[in-house]
């Protein structure tokens, strides 16, 4: 098993990258828990795994109860987090029991909100169980819930005490979901590691079959870059943290303008990036061959570099809303090379427009 440390002073945590459900209970037995574990699953995913965790604890003393929330974003709200407070509550569990967030980004943002507010905080554990969870929902203490208004705006910054990822969880992740993963993990290759952005273009095809060994690489690698970055920036007040924002300024305001029904969050990062990429190179900052090899990546791994039905007008709009959120100025994050970028509000807006045209977004 392979273990990533997360280095944040007295809220600092371990990362266990794993390929075995059963070892959960004797890795929760090394850290003082308490003895009641409440789970926090959502209905598909208690199905396929509830039983195997229940059994891990419970083998190793834990008294555990399962909690389950219907599965996808809409249920990411503060009347579920209203739900699962009740259940808390029915449970008897104190300050020294255990919230564990058995899921995806959602369950871990919404179980992790529960586990940040309950009793004002009680101790929170993770086995994320899709790939964009393992690479980066489940790393950086983001927990929080959704208002009709936008998404996570309502929550707080809360470490859990330890992640436990599975790799073989994700068999039955479905391919969609593989590649929203993929989105992040190109990203975190032309943020920060060109070796992991040339082990994806030499991989791709075992990460996409699933080679646990592939996959354990990969994760690792990502695991490390994101702790790096939240370890300098922990709360996003440095700026540091921006940097993972790569491709989503485009990205966001194309889930945005298109009422985030059309493209699907790691689709719309990638489109994001390549526009990102053709803005650096047309800016004399990335050659023309490391924008080849980002959209040649991004095509092998089935994500789109263009869109269809995006009207600009909306695009705009959606770009302009992130503008005032950010002070009045577009930033983007653009590439220099693979594995390195840079924070800029000085993009000429008719280059923007140029690559906004070049993605096939209509007028
Ligand atoms: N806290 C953070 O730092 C952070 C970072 C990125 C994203 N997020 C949040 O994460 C959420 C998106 O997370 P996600 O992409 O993991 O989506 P998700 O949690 O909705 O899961 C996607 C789908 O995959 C299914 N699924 C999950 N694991 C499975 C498995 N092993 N086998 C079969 N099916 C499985 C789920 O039931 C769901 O239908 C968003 O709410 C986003 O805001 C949070």
């Known amino acids: 098993m392979k273990v990533v440390p997360i280095d944040l002073g007295e809220r600092s945590y371990p990362v266990y990258i794993g390929r075995d459900i059963a070892d959960l209970g004797r890795v929760a037995r090394e850290f003082d828990l308490g003895e009641k574990v409440l789970v926090i699953s959502s209905r598909p995913i208690a199905s396929l795994y509830g039983r195997e965790v229940r059994d891990a604890l419970g083998s190793c003393g834990f008294q555990v109860s399962l909690a389950r929330v219907p599965d996808g974003e809409k249920y990411k709200t503060l009347s579920w987090a209203a739900k699962l407070y009740e259940e808390c509550a029915e449970d008897k569990l104190d300050r020294n029991s255990t919230i564990l967030a058995l899921g995806g980004g959602v369950i871990g943002d919404l179980a992790g909100f529960v586990a940040s507010t309950y009793l004002r905080g009680i101790n929170f554990i993770y086995l994320p169980t899709t790939l964009l969870a393992q690479v980066d929902a489940s790393i950086g203490g983001k927990v929080g819930v959704d208002l009709p208004q936008g998404k996570n705006l309502v929550g707080s910054f809360y470490q859990p005490r330890f992640v436990y990822t599975d790799l073989k969880v994700l068999r039955t992740l479905p391919q969609a979901q593989i590649k929203e993963g993929l989105a992040e993990i190109i990203k975190y290759g032309v943020i920060e590691d060109k070796d992991l952005f040339l082990y994806l273009e030499q991989n791709l095809e075992k990460i996409k079959t699933l080679s646990l060994d592939s996959l354990e690489y990969i994760i690792t690698r990502c695991v490390q870059i994101k702790a790096a970055v939240v370890q300098e920036d922990e709360r996003e007040k440095r700026g540091k943290r921006q940097v993972l924002n790569f491709g989503h300024t485009i990205g966001h305001a194309i889930e945005s303008g298109t009422g985030y029904g059309r493209y699907s969050h790691g689709e719309a990062v990638a489109v994001g990036m390549i526009a990102a990429a053709r803005i650096a190179k047309k800016m004399g900052f990335l050659p023309e061959d490391s924008l080849v090899r980002m959209e040649n990546l991004v095509r092998r791994a089935d994500l789109p570099s263009r869109v269809e039905g995006v009207n600009g007008g909306k695009l705009w709009d959606a770009l302009y809303l992130d503008k005032k959120i950010k002070g009045g ?29 070049e993605l096939g977004v209509e007028k």
């Open 329 to 357: 100025k577009l930033y983007f994050v653009l590439p220099r090379r693979i594995g390195e970028v840079f924070l800029t509000d000085k993009v000429p807006l008719t280059l923007v427009r140029e690559a906004i045209r």
